[in-house]
């Protein structure tokens, strides 16, 4: 039976970059060797990494305009820490939508004032802050763009002076934005470009250097980017899967294309959530994610039927965080438009038969 994989992360990838990411475990580039055993500063890698970071910049259209694209490892969490250690001089701003906004704002503290300019936990992070003041005397201000636990998303950006640091980690390669606002951006591959391990920064190079402190050699951007992201042995696989999930989002016509199926998946699932009397959606309609659609059922006596029904229609993944429950229908990238209609299928039939 085909598997649905709903997962929030790790999660789905396109079977072409399965397949060819498996054959290169077994041989890559015809050398008689493995991806996984493979020195990372033999020319084949070296060519992956460039590949990579390129068309990185590429698809984010961020080419010729003062951006450098890294490879790292830590995840998101060691760039809660790494963004304040290297932009953090006097005093940053957080938008606060979650928990990982919440963890970023906690590292950056250890290097500075932080001020919360705004925040949505007081409704449980089901909402995006809008009409917020931004205070000008920021070094930067920081925003998590899709918030995977509650199912939200920022629509719009704020328009401002102050240098924008956004968290893109669930929501990367899904949707057109003007990405030129953004001073930095960083997003950890497992959600929609790669498997865990690797992280994917984007920085404008013009925002560095500004502040006096130390940093250690391992948590400066800077060394990073003259060292091309090989300042030590990189994720080799998890970059080479990166850069194959890359090739595939170009092949498909690049993000518009992505985003139109994406926009696709959200309407069919949120259109069974908003008309079948079964469910009820967490987030506030204007700011539902298109990544991660969160629900509930409305009696709790159905979840025994429910959840054995999509267990049976290969439906994986599917359950909400624990700090929210209910359900999350994680639909990245590559999802398929059939998959999320397997889903649709099963609430129908749980109406129907209920």
């Excluded at 919360?116 to 931004?134: L, R, T």
């Excluded at 990367?172 to 498997?195: E, T």
Aim: proline share 3%.
């Amino acid at each position: 039976m085909k598997k649905h994989n709903f997962s929030a992360g790790p999660c789905i990838l396109p079977q072409d970059v399965f397949k060819e990411a498996s054959q290169a475990i077994l041989d890559f580039n015809n050398s008689g060797l493995s991806i996984l055993e493979i020195s990372h500063r033999s020319n084949d890698f070296v060519d992956v990494m460039e590949e990579a970071r390129s068309l990185a910049l590429e698809l984010l259209g961020l080419e010729g305009k003062g951006y450098k694209a890294l490879f790292l490892q830590g995840g998101a969490s060691t760039q809660f820490l790494m963004t304040a250690q290297n932009l953090l001089s006097k005093k940053a701003g957080y938008i606060n939508t979650g928990t990982w906004s919440s963890k970023a704002i906690k590292e950056a503290k250890l290097f500075g004032e932080v001020v919360e300019v705004a925040s949505s936990k007081d409704a449980n992070f089901n909402y995006i802050p809008k009409g917020y003041d931004i205070p000008t005397d920021l070094d930067y201000l920081h925003l998590t763009s899709n918030n995977t636990i509650f199912g939200t998303q920022i629509k719009e950006f704020p328009t401002t002076n102050v240098p924008l640091v956004c968290d893109m980690s669930s929501d990367i390669f899904s949707r057109q934005l003007d990405f030129s606002k953004f001073s930095l951006i960083y997003a950890g591959a497992q959600k929609n470009m790669g498997p865990a391990g690797a992280t994917l920064v984007i920085i404008k190079e013009d925002i560095l250097g500004q502040i006096e402190r130390e940093i250690p050699s391992m948590l400066d951007y800077q060394i990073h980017i003259s060292k091309g992201s090989m300042f030590n042995t990189p994720p080799v696989f998890a970059v080479y899967t990166s850069m194959l999930t890359l090739r595939w989002v170009k092949k498909m016509g690049g993000i518009a294309a992505v985003e139109e199926l994406n926009e696709k998946k959200a309407k069919l699932i949120y259109s069974e959530i908003d008309v079948n009397p079964l469910f009820q959606g967490f987030a506030a309609i204007e700011d539902r994610s298109d990544m991660n659609a969160t629900f509930k059922l409305v009696d709790g006596d159905l979840k025994e039927a429910f959840d054995s029904m999509w267990n049976e229609a290969g439906i994986n993944g599917l359950n909400g965080h624990r700090s929210v429950g209910g359900y999350r229908a994680s639909i990245y990238n590559a999802l398929s438009l059939d998959s999320v209609a397997v889903l649709v299928d099963v609430m129908g039939d749980l109406e129907r038969k209920a």
